[in-house]
């Protein structure tokens, strides 16, 4: 039996499906952060269950020629990026295999998926950054845990909105705002949201706190605003729940609009901070223009885009469509998706809020039905009663765009099971550095 603190030397034989190495030690499974496959390398038992275990890595003793000296310095303690130590062409690789293998264990036999779309500079392209901030530091959480590690600037993020974070949470520290402690729920500051449109310059700025109240919030954004000009709205949103959800309902505006414009593809979005918006843009138009190919619109079908966010696909497909339906759960993402189609003036898009699986059940009944139905949920894929109402529907080809392998496969085994085969898989890389998938499949009604 092997156990805690043992040391061995081991080939890593394989990748798991977040980068990490796997090796076999007389048989027993063994997963190792940082190790590449074709390397030797001796590894520590960190916690070794019954029938697998993980293990640290202490020194690659053969190096793969596949291996990158990783950007960033605080890569192996934190929690964002896993892949920063292999070279981006084996990234891709790997995450193409990744798909394809899913798939091929889900649906029983192997689908053509296409290799990933990958950037061509596959650093600085997120929008978007979420810092925790606890017990007076601001920072990302450590892989699996909450302990917060400090950086002076994060690779995959937006230069100069990362910097913001860091600077806006130094102004905060000098007005004594105090910081959120998970453990006793107490002090008010918890996250530090950027977000920025990257064709636009606008910024966002969002403090989420554990109250209502914000002591010297006039002062704080003032100095804040002095020093990057181009915010154009900073927002307060206050979450007083304890657990791992970060933003709350409730969101003041403390300077400038409650939303900031972007642009894609000669399209203007407004994005409020409770509304999802895609992190990549540059693959985002990637990814929207491979959905629209997919679906070949003539201007004749009824279309669905579930899970529609901001509205963004269905503003994308509305001129080769008779109409689009679009479902979204967010409140606020259903408003700046009505005024992001009369900002467009795009005439023949209806945007309704619920749940995906609530409203169209109930709509099919009433006899709306789509010819062609984007989807594009979240990590845990569509409900059942969603996938129900799309059997029953049978419309002549739906365009599933998953941010998550398994699921994806789960849905596309049952959606192969009725009525319907898989065309294309097109894997886009949204997320260099990290395992995150993001793949567009396009099913035909047989
Ligand atoms: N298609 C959009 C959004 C995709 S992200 C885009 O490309 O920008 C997934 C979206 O699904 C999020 O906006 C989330 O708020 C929404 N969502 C989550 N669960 C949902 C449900 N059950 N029904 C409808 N929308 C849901």
Known sequence: ??????????????????????????????????????????????????????????????????????????????GGCNLQHMKYEEQMTLKTNLVRNTLKKSLGYEPLVEDIIGMVIPYNYRNKAQYPVSNGKIGFYAGRTHSLIENERCYIQNTLTDRLAKDAFKVTQKYEISTYNEKTGEGLLRHIITRVGVNTNEIMLTFVTNGEEFPHAKEIVEEIVDMYPTIKSIVQNVNKENGNVILGKVCKTLYGNDYIEDELEGYRFKISALSFYQVNPLQTAVLYNTAKEFAALTGEENVFDLYCGIGTISIFVADQAKNVFGVEIVPEAIENAKENARINNVENVDFICGKAEEVIPEKYKEGKKADVVFVDPPRKGCDMKLLETLKEMQAKKIVYISCNPATLARDLKYLTDNGYEIKRVQPVDMFPQTSHVESVVLLEKI
């Open 1 to 78: 039996m092997i156990q805690k603190n043992e040391e061995f030397e081991v080939d890593i034989l394989d990748m798991g499906f977040e980068g990490e190495g796997i090796a076999k030690i007389n048989g027993y499974t063994t997963f190792i952060k940082g190790a590449l496959k074709g390397e030797k390398a001796r590894i520590k038992m960190l916690k070794a269950n019954k029938d697998y275990g993980f293990a640290k890595l202490l020194e690659v003793v053969e190096p793969s020629e596949k291996r990158e000296t990783p950007r960033c310095e605080v890569f192996s303690r934190c």
